[in-house]
């Protein structure tokens, strides 16, 4: 609590104390992102579903208040927010009649060509995306008389909406409704058993978690004054996936931490070399192979390792096994 | 629309999904045998398109160049599988973002080496004819890949279903664990497939080279196509593999013809229609 109060007065006092506004804006970025992350982790913490779509749902929020603002002149902040909104949870509706249908494995398998089918859409689609041009020419709405088109301003505008998200989904997944989504992840037959609709949770979390991700995709979208096919590719995808496991699976506000080592990260190495492609892929492998369980977990097993214990850096549990999803236990699980 | 447009889009189809069953063979077989969903699978193809190509730029023959470029790409395969893949082929998820790391890595080196104008390959000369069937035109390269597909497919059907071998894989996909408690050595058929899987998309690669050219993206553009294969099959059967790949390929090319704009989204299609009807797959058994 303190730690958190500490860290919110520090974010809104670093604009003012001569922070170059580079790093502002990547502060900003880094807050939109790790509303994302929030968002799919609580599908991939306390759903026990590996969502690799979440992009999709990110992306074609973007896409439905850019095409609104620039087609159909809808130049409000909340016409744009609202409209951007519907588009993503549209897009999870029918995403999860199809890959509902499955689980585990089967689910992640589904996610992936459903996003990778989403990017299709919006590359080729030019006549209403603009194909791989994309949508430019966007200008950040007022919000409540307030111009937002100083990144400063901005700044706080994505501060202020990490705030409503991490509230909003902390007390989501304490809700009842939360802690059948927490059963569901850890023994979805008992659940059943017990009466409860396994399926029309899974969907309602999903819709939940896409309208989430549509929120950061409006905001994303205003933020950049751009919007292209790269915003809802399975890359970015991955990279949202990649944040939950940095920050820690089934902890919400660890995902800011996620967001910010993943911006800052992939900002300065394309600054910096051209084969930053390749340096992120090896990241890659190397949160997986000694990071599963975090940033958290990794500093626990150095700290033992400090104080003389032996042991391997490398964990011995198996990938997101802390969180109960196992994926293939869940596979058998289902009849 | 004549009976000559039908034609065509029917052997471009069978053409262009004869090149996905060898990519989506080697998936659906590493999947059903150890879990590993190989996002890198179409990579390997890309890696074999390139290799390929630098070999006939040195006046190698074309066919042995794509054999050596897929022996090429199998000797990487195998490296990533034993030093990484290996250890976690009960752990879906961890291998699949390994395999995902490894094709950002490879994806990178690739446009390092070969820079990122699309190349283009032409087919061994005497195929390089085409076919006139009244006012239809076909290229004779076209006819060539679907045979070749349909002969390497022959092999790999009567390898499972004849040899020792085969029947050690077809056992360890069923049960693993009772495959490994008669004595059988599961771990050779893994490390087998893995190669097998690596060989036949880095074969495929140059094969299928005059068709798809070479460009970077090429992969992320054939993975959602080799998944609907995938899924539409059923995880785990070379028999789903290959009625996938001809059904995905056709939808494919009609999907291109008759509406350009949407021709990712009309593989959406075959992909909703089964997970709705059937979603183990055609081939696939319930679990």
Redesign the interface.
Known sequence: MIVAVAGLVVAAALPKVGVPTFYVSLLTQTFIYAIVAMSLDVLVGFTGL?NFSQAAFFGVAAYGAAIAATRFHVASFGGGMALGIATAVVTAAIFG???L??E???F???T???N??A???A?????VSNGDNGITGLTRPPLFGLDLSGNTTYYYVCLGALLVALLFLGALVRSPFGLVLQGLRETPRRMRALGYDVWLYRYLALLVSAAVAGFAGVLYAWYNQFVGPVDLA??LS?QF??IV?LGGIGTLYGQLLGALIVVFLSNGLSAITQ?W??I??????VI??YA?DGLVGLGRRIAQRAQGRRGSLAPTE???AASG?A??AA?ID?P | MGAAFYLQNVLGGLAYGSLLFLIAAGLTLVFGLMRILNLAQTAFYLLGAYVGLALVTHHWNFWLASGAAGIITMALGLAVYSLFLHRFHTDPLTSLLLTLGFALMLDDAMLALWGGDPQSISPPAFLSGSVQLGNLVFPEYWLAVIVISLAIAAVLFAALQRTMLGVIIRASVDDEEMARGLGVNVNRAFYLVFALGALLAGAGGLLGGPITSAYPGLDGELLPLAFAVVIVGGMGSLSGALVGSLLIGLVNAFGKAMFPEFSYFTIFVPVALIMALRPQGLFGRTP
């Open positions: 590996v009649l199809i890959a249908r499955a585990g494995t089967g992640i398998i589904i992936i060509a459903l990778q089918i990017w299709g859409l590359y080729q689609w030019v006549s399975l890359d991955t996936l990649i496991i084969r492609e390749l992120l892929g090896a990241i890659y492998f997986v192979l599963p198996p990938l997101l999803v994926l293939t596979e289902e």
